[in-house]
């Protein structure tokens, strides 16, 4: 397995990476609105959006050692696009002690209310945590845990979030351009994308006269 | 032990951090000419620069979750200076899985025609990564392995450096300028100063014309 120290630079405004120095693996992840479907508290208004077309909400590129990439995707104009289903298993192959890293793109818009947003995850190991640094735009990142806590905290340029061990975390575009941010996290911590889809956030981030406000989600369950 | 999420911010150019919201929990690592003792190659040049004064080469603003830090280390003048023995100490509180992260400020200068640098180090848990992102500055990352690899890599802002397990690494400030770069690693990584004191890294990085050249380490010596 190649293990030599690569290089990559994220173009601002933007916040797509270029390609690692040398190779040319850079995994696109694409999230459009009907991946989200279940998601957004006006569940009309959703439907009403995806009516007129299936926008993307948000991207993600993250870099993965080459030899580790290649055997689950494939080259598409120049990047990589990997199915939900190989994420996982892609996953399995990064060593612990390793960092899985790269830019998210939130774009900005909103569902009824409620603005565009990441799906939201715990990772799959639990005791596992995350450092977002934000490139550009303004946004808010909706946190809980499986207990009874939960936090939001503004993000901004220029801002380090640190998300400790056991903080599921969904970022949300509260601006009016693009939302990017360079994240960080263990090879080995994993993605629960299904327990928030099953149950929500217990706050939403909704826009009352122009301005971004954290309110209880009406829909959300609490965990067994 | 607290662990709710936390933020803080970087202000550029500089690069100091502000302190965690809500804490004042930040940890000021400060290297001095005297710290570098027999690492440099001109061995003449340092000591005649350390006669006109024990100068500061770079800093290091670490952040930890409060409790890991308050048993060991007192706050100054709004950050906390932390002794180098007490390092490991704080390092066995934080949990696997965790992340440590912060900035780094390389200073301009030189000793000799050696460009000002960090100490370098391998991670006491050699299988454990490191992710940089240039905020500032101009640089070269030097990188080794135990075995015969080596790899230099340039430094500019915007641009993110994955330092892969086992690589010990060294950031060298080859521009007029502080050098700044965001770093995170896995918090059971630990630091091996020893090795590289006493062995040093295979290439240097010096001022050929005004311009920076890796060249050989005539003192170089292998690993047993």
């Not at 351009?177 to 960080?184: A, H, R």
């Amino acid at each position: 397995m190649r293990s030599t120290p690569f290089t990559f630079d994220i173009s601002l405004p933007g916040g797509v990476p270029t390609v690692y120095d040398g190779t040319d693996v850079l995994i696109r992840i694409v999230r459009p609105l009907s991946a989200m479907r279940g998601q957004y508290a006006d569940q009309e208004a959703y439907e009403a959006l995806l009516a007129q077309g299936d926008t993307i909400l948000y991207e993600v590129y993250e870099m993965r050692r080459p030899q580790v990439a290649d055997e689950y995707i494939e080259i598409a104009d120049g990047y990589i696009e990997i199915a939900d289903e190989y994420i996982e298993v892609a996953d399995a192959h990064v060593g612990l002690g390793e960092l899985l890293h790269g830019t998210s793109i939130v774009h900005p818009g909103k569902v009824g209310d409620e603005y565009f947003m990441t799906k939201g995850h715990f990772h799959s190991v639990l005791d596992t945590a995350e450092v977002y640094y934000v490139l550009q735009g303004r946004g808010m990142m909706v946190m809980e845990t499986p207990e009874e806590e939960w936090a939001v905290k503004e993000l901004r340029p220029g801002r380090v979030l640190y998300v400790p061990p056991r903080w599921a975390h969904r970022s949300v575009n509260t601006g009016q351009g693009d939302l990017v941010f360079l994240f960080v996290y263990p090879a080995h911590a994993g993605h629960d994308y299904g327990t928030i889809e099953t149950r929500g956030f217990r706050k939403l981030v909704v826009a009352r006269d122009g301005q971004p406000h954290i309110v209880d989600n009406p829909r959300w369950c609490a965990q067994e």
